[in-house]
């Protein structure tokens, strides 16, 4: 029963209970589930590590469901070292992705969440992260997925003439259907083939500081930086004052931007020159790379420098592709008593994501700013803004709702409410979220009936016996 409990164990202080466990270790076991949850009426919730911390983790949309843990599908498969394509299996970390590649020129696809969650779930759900391919579902070349009705789902090359091309070609021929396994619940999903990024010849990290009088004309300098250099510049991180601060600054601006400049040394320096010309008018810049990074460690510096440059080598490592966990100390805020394991559902934290996406331009950023902000102070809670480029046109935002479990259940039925309030709210102002926590996935399908409805046929041909996570992003 211990182990059951651990499984629904969940930032979101939400509860469902859990009918059982199956731990598969092949494919063929996770077929066999399929074939036996179909007889015997059971529902089953498949996770890859359960660390959807903020979202859900591993609890299930609804009660009664039979948790498919994949943890043990944790093969790398094939790796073409050569092209930097790789498959492998759900239980696949960050970490055990990252020692693998250590010696070869790629990087992992890592995220904020650190090395113990999976490559594959990230890659579903459509995460993103800042090192060189953002967008983890784009490095989608081809997968593997048990449908819920028993059948197997390969990519069309891979039926027509095997591994060679369909490992190679991310369309194949005929209709895209790969992209219907990213945030659905039609089947398992085995294994993933990817296309890694390179590792960068060199990286800058560039800084810069800005009053919020300067936010327009700071979103109009990056906004045309990315369109000039898409490939050569990561995601720009802009955070308010107030995340800044929850980071343990101990001076902030109104607002911090980081970005970094990838390529060889005398192409980032001609970008760098061209990208501080565009912002100094505006803001405060300052540039830093990882040989600078080591030779200022050994210097007698004040503590703030020196954690500023611990920050700063930490931010190198994830454009590198080392998963880190540097970005949970967040979930701890509201919990500062508890024994730090990283782990934020053990550690009893309280976290809900609020992750909408706002259009690259001054007027959206400016009211979406003001819109988080009078939310939250209507609900006591600290309006924590990060904005992260998803490309030149749009920001993906993350405000986590941080709340207390340890005190008294007021404390997460305001949270829920703050949440609630936001996703409302915010889809009236025309900010929406790109991912979903299970506790508010309903709301999401009663948003867009006619779109789910079409989904809902298509789960019907696929899982006609709705054996497979009901209710995720599904009415089924």
Known sequence: ?????????????????????????????????IEKANREGLKLWPISSGKNWGYGSASPVSHNN???????????????????????????TQGQLYDFLKNTDYITPSTGAGPDVSVLSNLLERGYGLAPIQDHFSALISLKAYLGDGRVFNSSLDEIVGEGLAKKFRWGI????????SQSNFAIVTQVTIQLAKRAKHIELLKFTFSSDQLSNVINSIKSNLQDYPSLLSGV???????????????????????SINSDKNIVKAVKKSIKKSLKKHAKISCINKRQIELL???????????????????FYILNGRPTKMALNLCYLKNPQAKKTFNPDEDNCGLIWYSPLVEMNSKSVNEYTQFIRDICEKYNIEPLIT?????????????????????????????????????????????????????????????????FNIAASIKDILDPNSVIAPGRYSKK
């Open 1 to 33: 029963m211990t182990a059951l409990r651990n499984y629904a164990l969940n930032t979101l202080d939400i509860h469902r209970n859990i009918d059982g466990v199956f731990m598969p270790k092949s494919e063929i076991e996770v077929q066999q589930i």
């Open 66 to 92: 039979v948790i498919v843990d994949l943890i043990h599908l944790n093969e790398i498969i094939k790796f073409d070292q050569a092209d930097g394509i790789i498959t492998l299996g759900p239980g696949v």
């Open 174 to 181: 005929g209709p895209y259907l790969n992209g219907i396994f």
């Open 237 to 259: 991180n802009l955070m308010n004052k107030e995340r800044m601060l929850s980071m343990g600054v101990e001076k902030a601006e109104d607002w911090t931007g980081i970005l």
């Open 297 to 315: 460690k050994y210097l007698p510096l004040p503590k703030s420098i020196k954690k500023d440059l611990d920050s700063a080598e930490e931010l």
């Open 387 to 451: 904005l992260t480029s998803l490309g030149h046109a749009i920001f993906d935002s993350t405000v986590p709702i941080l709340f207390s479990k340890t005190d008294t259940r007021d404390e997460t039925l305001n949270a829920h409410n703050c949440y609630n309030d936001l996703l409302k709210t915010g889809r009236k102002k025309g900010f929406y979220p790109y991912r979903m926590g299970v506790a508010h996935m309903e709301s999401l399908t009663q948003a867009a009936p006619n779109f």
